[in-house]
């Protein structure tokens, strides 16, 4: 996990979802304390998103308030992020210019933008040394094993640094299924894999995943910014104690 700025595995990132930049900055405040191995700023939820040097300000203040990685990320509406008024075009413009402007480490884009948008946005990331995750969030259910192999394969091609795998379950028997679906993953793909079932029935996943090779989870630090994230101080004690009880799945 070193070789990502991340010294533990798995990983836990946390969410920021202020509305203002002071909102954000408090949160940040909240958050840094509890140390997070890296802190997603949900860029969607910002009021000022529209305003580039805004965020690139916020963003520049982010990084000087805590040395943590940063991801940033700007969810999608039809992914599960919050309503914008940027087009994917613009959304595009904005993420080449935090690329080539900022300091952050990670940038997020879901596959499903298309390939020629993906195409510039991994070229940015890539020109600039940012780590880039290619996402797939499905809230309405949990597609087959295949289906998700299919698309971790096609984040992969399209030159995804992490492929993140996000699914809603409407039971058990899709939690276990997208744990062996990470394990099938891990094992077919050259880069990381990162992984969850949503809600309060995939939180098995979210204290698991890592055993089946998801290299990050999610917590909340103040606010949820998917269903079924637990808090992170807790999160971060259950995965260690397994861990220390399962000292061969660290291996």
Known sequence: ???????????????????????????????????????????????????TNRVLEVLAAIK???????????????EGGERITLSTEDKVDLLEKVCGQSDVEIVDFETSNGDVFVEKVR??????????????????YSPGNNKLLEKAEVAERMGADFVKLAVMPENKADV????????????????PVITMSMGELGGLSRVMGWAYGSVLTFAVGVEMSAPGQMPLKELRHVINQTQELLPSWTQ
């Open 1 to 51: 996990m070193e070789q990502f700025g991340w010294e533990r595995y798995p990983a836990i990132c946390t969410p920021v979802t202020g509305k203002t930049m002071e909102e954000i900055l408090e949160q940040v405040e909240v958050v840094r304390v509890h140390l997070p191995d890296v802190i997603e700023w949900r860029a969607d939820f910002f009021e000022e998103l529209a305003d």
């Open 123 to 140: 070229a940015a990331a890539h020109a600039n040394e940012k780590q880039l995750i290619l996402s797939y969030h499905n809230f309405d």
């Open 64 to 78: 000087e308030a805590t040395e943590i990685p940063v991801l940033f990320t700007i969810r999608a509406q039809h």
């Open 176 to 191: 276990f299924a997208l744990l062996e679906a990470t394990r099938m993953i891990d094992e077919a793909l050259e880069v």
